[in-house]
């Protein structure tokens, strides 16, 4: 990273230098240490007298690095007493010989010299002065070119931050790939996303949760480009503000809401693959007196990797057709756009107004074609039948949310009304065509074909309102505290039609057998909330206590059935830290999180797009409840950042997907109850070292050991699994950069089964141009190994026996794809756009792919 100062007349101020603490601590380096080194030391006798502080930036709140102290005596300005500078942390002290009367000045490039009165006597020997703010200066400089570097990695009592503007990928990558980096967070071969080993958790946009990721989060970040993301936050243990209900953590993804004053800031980008995925937009960023906006907008077009897959079925239940064989291809087309944005308005210094909002689009289009063979017990075949289905699936959300902070005298004193509503369809159309043909005849009469066609409408609306209120009771010492009401509308409606031809009827064929069903479901809820919260430091201890009720209303109708549950619960939260140093921290952490399923898990649509496995949800689903516990170290360094954190986790009512088959039935059937007792140990690790400026090394994975049990349906498995992923980035002459990356997943342990290991390998070239807004980027994705083999067995709940057993291979068939990409910036940042300090932020629900999890063909 490059940057320009201007001195002109001994007046230090910037242009186009910015608030980064790193460029700043390189620039005192090297301007401020001759200064430096006349600072005066303790006598050799000791002193007595000290003063102490810390330097802050007045916009951000940040600590400033290395400033410059100098006391003169108050009655005689123009002679310095001692002279001193402070630490990277912004905090200061000096030592005096004598009491009196002094000020402290304190200066810093880019910064107002900034003044602080105070006496020291023999009955106050220490005068502590606490957070000193510096404004920012107003006069010009001419320049001096310093190359600087920031940390990568942040780490504070309860989330670590990844800087993506750090990552020298970020200009060509996505977000999905930039998740691979940061610390806490796995993306396996097949792009499953991982925190700390396990798929609960929420992804939020800015600080809010954003319905776009409820439903398959990796797809769209394979079309979010990590241009435009400033930072990734991963919060792995959500405090007593967040909502009860059970996310294993968060991963918020801040985008780049950064504007120059009176002015703007527009980034153009464009991605194609040879998969015939591509895609573009652009992202603005303007401020015009006390108005600010930051938006984007996206297209693009998602193309998967080619699958085949081959599966086998053993039924060993009484039942016409004991085994299967089925192969099948899998491809799917998703276009997608969306877009964000946010206006503020700053009426002034204590009243800030926020106006957000998020629109995103989708539509999954898949074919699926298969061959399925049936045989008796004796392996005779008894009918076969070819399966083409045409799925599609239309997702997306409109959130809309107002935020207004009050901010009073005291400082950090903050009160703030929220407002925010959503709406999230998610409906899906289905028409498949099975042409069966009965083996042990040659009659053509008698060769049949049945089409099932349907249609789903759902979707969730919701209405939620927050007031939130923070009081710094004394320095290092914070009181949060805030009230939550949600009003939660779950509908669904479906309309679903089976009709079965004879083969050689021209078309339109007749039907002889025709049947039609309709289902409608309604799911509302009212959730109330109130929490309470303290952080507060002393000496090397930090504490982040906190405490949650919640009481929950939930109306059920589903078809002719109607019910309702009631229930409250108290969720406890607690987080200590020990800093061992500066660069170390040791970390205690204790939560529990409960968990209500969304829409996705509740909808009892049934798919049907295969006469051999039908999936559907459970309405009467359950909210399940996790306990954490979490120690964890971390050392961040600015050549090398370290961090391990080590979590048992254990559910006794989890949320769990299982398949049975019934008595006399060949079909097997895909739901979800509340039967799993889940116990989970996992060692989370992340590592990097950049002590070389033309190399940066990274490492980021866990493995841990699982326990799944069921005791109502007799089912357990346990083992060990995890992830992996590690690479380096290159940074060489001219603006040419070179990142080799690979890692994969050990063996998935399932409730009922396994999946085998997988792994990937990336690469990438890209080159900067005109003064490094121009980026172009050649990317290769290699799968060395093409085939997974998932494994599933049904057991007897009351016999223990084994009721059917299947396997089935999934071969990608394109195992390399090439990305080309082109990233291009106009205008420059330098002050952030205001936002407020909390927001709405609903975390509760557990969210998946879909209540249906049928693809039309065996499952997965």
Not at 399 to 419: A, M, N, V
Not at 503 to 520: G, H, V
Not at 648 to 677: C, D, K, L, W
Request: aromatic fraction near 12%; hydrophobic fraction near 30%.
């Amino acid at each position: 990273m490059h940057f320009k100062l201007i001195i002109t007349n001994n007046a230090l101020q910037t242009s186009l230098f910015t608030q980064h603490p790193m460029k700043k601590l390189l620039f005192v380096i090297l301007t401020l240490f001759p200064l430096m080194a006349f600072s005066q030391t303790q006598p050799a006798g000791g002193s007595n007298y000290q003063v102490k502080g810390q330097a802050i930036d007045s916009l951000t709140n940040e600590t400033i690095p290395f400033v410059t102290c100098s006391v003169v005596q108050t009655k005689n300005p123009q002679q310095v007493i001692t002279r001193f500078a402070g630490d990277a942390d912004g905090n200061f002290s000096g030592e005096l010989k004598a009491p009196g009367n002094y000020t402290l000045m304190l200066t810093f490039v880019g910064k107002a010299v900034t003044k602080r009165q105070f006496t020291v006597s023999a009955t106050q020997k220490v005068a502590q002065l606490g957070k000193i703010a510096m404004p920012d200066s107003h006069e010009s400089l001419k320049e001096v070119t310093v190359t600087a570097t920031r940390p990568l990695v942040k780490v504070e009592a309860d989330k670590v931050s990844y800087d993506v503007q750090q990552d020298p990928e970020s200009k060509t990558s996505t977000a999905l790939d930039l998740l691979r980096k940061v610390p806490m967070v796995t993306v396996d071969g097949q792009d499953n996303i991982q925190l700390k080993g396990s798929s609960n958790f929420k992804i939020f946009l800015n600080g809010k949760p954003s319905n776009l990721f409820s439903n398959n989060p990796s797809q769209v970040l394979k079309n979010f480009p990590a241009s435009s993301i400033k930072n990734i936050e991963v919060i792995t243990q959500p405090g007593a503000k967040y909502d009860a209900e059970g996310v294993g953590g968060i991963i918020n993804i801040v985008t780049d809401q950064q504007t120059k004053t009176k002015g703007y800031s527009l980034g153009i980008s464009a991605q194609a693959s040879s998969r015939g995925t591509y895609g573009g937009g652009i992202n603005l960023s303007l401020q015009a007196g006390k108005f600010s906006f930051s938006g984007s907008y996206y297209a693009s077009r998602y193309v998967n990797f080619p699958l085949t897959t081959t599966s086998t079925r053993d039924t060993y239940l009484p039942t016409p057709y004991p085994h299967v064989s089925q192969e099948a291809s899998v491809q799917y087309k998703v276009p997608a756009q969306f877009g964000n944005g946010s206006l503020s308005y700053e009426l002034d210094t204590m009243n800030l107004f926020t106006l957000s909002f998020n629109r995103q689009y989708g539509k999954q289009n898949g074919v699926n074609k298969a061959s399925t063979k049936n045989y008796d017990n004796g392996m005779k075949p008894l009918f076969y039948y070819d399966q083409n289905s045409i799925q599609s699936q239309t997702w997306g959300s409109t959130d809309i949310g107002f935020d207004y902070q009050h901010t009073f005298k005291k400082k950090d004193e903050t009160l703030t009304f929220s407002y925010k509503w959503s709406n999230t369809p998610n409906n899906s159309n289905l028409d498949a065509v099975n042409t069966i043909d009965p083996v042990y005849s040659t009659d053509l009469t008698r060769t049949l074909v049945q089409r099932t066609i349907s249609a789903n409408n759902a979707a969730s609306n919701e209405h939620t309102w927050q007031v939130d209120f923070s009081d710094p009771l004394a320095k290092n010492h914070t009181l949060e505290m805030g009230v939550k009401y949600i009003l939660r509308l779950n509908s669904s409606n479906s309309d679903e039609n089976y009709m079965l031809f004879n083969f050689n009827q021209p078309y339109p064929f007749k039907p002889y057998t025709d049947s039609a069903a309709c289902t409608n479901f309604d799911n509302n809820q009212k959730i109330a909330g109130v929490y309470i919260s303290y952080t507060g430091t002393l000496g090397k201890f930090g504490l982040k206590p906190g405490v949650r009720y919640e009481y929950t209303w939930q109306h059920v109708v589903n078809q002719d059935t109607l019910f309702d549950s009631n229930y409250g619960v108290l969720v406890p939260s607690v987080i200590v830290t020990y800093k061992l140093t500066d660069m170390q921290t040791f970390k205690l952490a204790y939560n529990m999180r409960i968990q209500r399923p969304s829409i996705w898990y509740l909808n009892p649509y049934v798919n049907r797009s295969d006469p051999n496995y039908i999936s559907y949800g459970n309405p009467a689903l359950d909210p399940e409840k996790s306990n954490s516990i979490t120690v964890g170290y971390s050392n961040y360094a600015p050549k090398f950042n370290v961090s391990a954190e080590l979590s048992y986790t254990f559910v006794n009512n989890a949320i769990q997907q299982y398949s049975f088959m019934r008595q006399g039935s060949p079909i097997q059937e895909i739901t979800y109850g509340n039967i799993g007792h889940n116990r989970n140990l996992y060692l989370n690790v992340f590592g990097n070292y950049r002590g070389l400026k033309w190399l940066n090394i990274y490492l980021n994975g866990n493995v841990g050991y699982v326990n799944m049990s069921s005791g109502s349906y007799n089912m357990s498995n346990n083992g060990f699994t995890g992830n992996m992923y590690m690479g380096a980035t290159f940074m060489l002459p001219k603006d040419w950069r070179i990142n080799l990356g690979g890692g994969g997943n050990l063996p998935q342990v399932n409730l009922q089964g396994s999946q085998s290991s997988f792994f990937f390998s990336y690469s990438s070239l890209s080159k900067d141009f005109m003064k490094k807004k121009l980026t172009l980027s050649a990317n290769m994705v290699y799968l060395p190994k093409s085939h997974i083999i998932i494994t599933t067995k049904g057991v007897d709940s009351k016999s223990n026996m084994m009721t059917f057993n299947q396997r089935t291979d999934v071969h990608i068939t394109q195992p390399v794809e090439f990305r080309f990409s082109v990233s291009y910036r106009i205008g420059n940042l330098s002050a952030q756009v205001k936002k407020t300090k909390t927001t709405i932020s609903n975390d509760d629900q557990k969210a998946g792919q879909s209540g249906n999890t049928g693809t039309g063909q065996s499952p997965m």
